[in-house]
Structure formats: C-alpha cells, structure tokens
Nanobody, 115 residues
Framework: QVQLVESGGGLVQAGGSLRLSCAAS????????MGWYRQAPGKQREFVAD???????NYEDSVKGRFTISRDSATNTVYLQMNSLKPEDTAVYYC?????????WGRGTQVTVSS
C-alpha cells in the first residue's frame, strides 16, 4: 500500500503565498513522478504541476511563473510553492505519485484565496 498525505493548505489573501507538502510512504522507495492536481467546486480535477524522478518539471499554463514544484527524493516528499495567489486558485489540491502504470492519490488539502 501507498499513503500520500498532503499538508500546508489554508486561507490566504490574494497576492499571498502558501507552500503545500505531500509525503509518500509505503511499499515503494521511489516514484517515477510526483505532482499536484486541483479541483474547484463544480469543476473537474485539473493538472497543476509535476516533477519526474530526474527533476524535469511541467506546469499548467495559468500557474507558470507563480508556482514552483520541487521534490525530496530521499523522503519521497513533493512540495508546491505557490506565490501571487489569485482567487481562481481556490480549490482542493491533490498530490499524486506514479510508478509504472500505477497512480496513487492523496486525500487533498483545501486552498482558499480571498479577494
């Protein structure tokens, strides 16, 4: 089994910053990639960012230049530094971890950005 536990969400004013963390534990010592998705009320879950085991990163266009994903492979922890937050960033943020064809999900952490 694999457990992903997110933390760091909360309420912040527009223009503020938050740092999300996701710690993975369980049967695997490493993952091919780890990343973040988000789901706003009434909308589908969408990709935010991911990072490969080699350190390559991808970002959704609306967060480029504002969000930074990083990873500590030794502890299987992935981070999402979110700066210049906007009300439209409000969502539940989910961490995912992938190995081969398997994808594991965390339970999510709420991020609310007030205007």
């Amino acid at each position: 089994q694999v457990q992903l536990v997110e933390s760091g969400g909360g309420l912040v004013q527009a223009g503020g910053s938050l740092r999300l963390s996701c710690a993975a534990s369980g049967r695997y010592s490493r993952f091919d990639s780890m990343g973040w998705y988000r789901q706003a009320p009434g909308k589908q879950r969408e990709f935010v960012a991911d990072i490969s085991s080699g350190g390559s990163t991808n970002y959704e266009d609306s967060v480029k230049g504002r969000f930074t994903i990083s990873r500590d492979s030794a502890t299987n922890t992935v981070y999402l530094q979110m700066n210049s937050l906007k009300p439209e960033d409000t969502a539940v943020y989910y961490c995912d971890a992938r190995i081969v064809v398997l994808t594991y999900w965390g339970r999510g952490t709420q991020v609310t950005v007030s205007s």
